[in-house]
């Protein structure tokens, strides 16, 4: 979103706009390179988000220890 040319926001149809932030970027960028008849792993995706968070909590609670 900070290079031009860039987008800020996604609008949705109902008229709300959703800021896109560089994690949605990085997402963008990866779906831009998704051809047609290719599949994506969303197991894995989900798999690595929850490892992401448990490794967060794990830090979390060694901080406060």
């Keep these: 979103p ?9 609008i949705r149809p109902d008229g709300k706009k959703k800021k896109i932030t560089e994690e949605i970027a990085d ?9 047609l008849g290719e599949k994506i792993s969303w ?8 490892d992401k968070e448990n490794r967060e909590k794990n830090d979390n609670s060694d901080r406060n220890k």
Excluded: F
């Design 2 to 10: 900070d290079k031009y040319p860039g987008a800020n926001y996604v």
């Design 27 to 35: 997402v963008l960028e990866v779906i831009k390179s998704i051809a």
């Design 43 to 50: 197991a894995k995706i989900e798999s690595e988000r929850k």
